[in-house]
């Protein structure tokens, strides 16, 4: 099973301010990362897949980079609506498997 | 507009059955390979299961082996989740999610709401 590592557990930014999340896989997925984001009583949406392609209607503060076995989301400036929790997700080998997630949170 | 519904959720005594079931709507059902996620509550995502267009790829997660069977009827554009042995440490929402592609190898492209289920005597 690849194991997904995502730091910090939470990062506290200001709106405004740029917010830069990690992920770490166990061993190389290559590209194949998607992130999602998750707000509180709602189910995840896609942000990035390919490691670094926005999803249809995701803002282009957000962007996706890494290969192998590290990778990062940058959201440029944070917008109100982005404080949420953010998952890494790798689909490249079952079990698919998910980083533990980084809440960002207001400052 | 893609739409997934799940259903079948509620509370249930460790060691009985459930059966969720996700009507799907808004795309061709039989292209796509699809997928239930679940989460604890407070706690993080957790892929259970997955199955491809055809059914001849199905997977499952080391936790739900041997208990958890996935099927999907493309006719009535519905995917299940047969969950049988329950402990109580599979309470969580459950999420149904499509996948972007027909084997099952890929990422989740839409959601459903997600429906809880609680193990508890």
């Known amino acids: 099973e690849i194991v997904m590592t995502q730091s910090p557990a939470t990062l506290s930014v200001s709106p405004g301010e740029r917010a830069t999340l990690s992920c770490r896989a166990s061993?190389?997925?290559?590209?194949?990362l998607a992130w999602y984001q998750q707000k509180p009583g709602q189910a995840p949406r896609l942000l990035i897949y390919?490691?670094?392609t926005r999803a249809t209607g995701i803002p282009a503060r957000f962007s996706g980079s890494g290969s192998g076995t590290e990778f990062t989301l940058t959201i440029s400036s944070l917008q109100s609506e982005d404080f949420a929790v953010y998952y890494c997700?790798?689909?490249?080998?079952?079990?698919?498997?998910f980083g533990g997630g980084t809440q960002v949170e207001i400052k | 507009e893609v739409q997934l519904v799940e259903s079948g959720g509620g509370l249930v005594q460790p060691g009985r059955s459930l059966r969720l079931s996700c009507a799907a709507s808004?795309?061709?059902?039989?292209?796509?390979?699809m997928h239930w996620v679940r989460q604890a509550p407070g706690k993080g995502l957790e892929w259970v299961s997955g199955?491809?267009?055809?059914?001849?790829?199905?997977g499952y997660a080391d936790s739900v082996k041997g208990r958890f069977t996935i099927s999907r009827d493309n006719a009535k554009n519905s995917l299940y989740l047969q969950m049988n042995s329950l402990r109580p440490e599979d309470t969580a929402f459950y999420y149904c999610?499509?996948?972007?592609?027909?084997?099952?190898?890929?990422?989740?492209?839409?959601w459903g709401q997600g429906i809880l289920v609680t193990v508890s005597s």
């Open positions: 999610a499509k996948d972007r592609k027909y084997t099952g190898n890929d990422f989740f492209d839409y």
């Open positions: 061993q190389s997925v290559g590209s194949i």
């Open positions: 390919g490691a670094s």
């Open positions: 997700q790798q689909y490249n080998k079952w079990p698919l498997t």
């Open positions: 199955i491809s267009w055809n059914s001849n790829n199905i």
């Open positions: 808004g795309f061709s059902f039989d292209d796509y390979a």
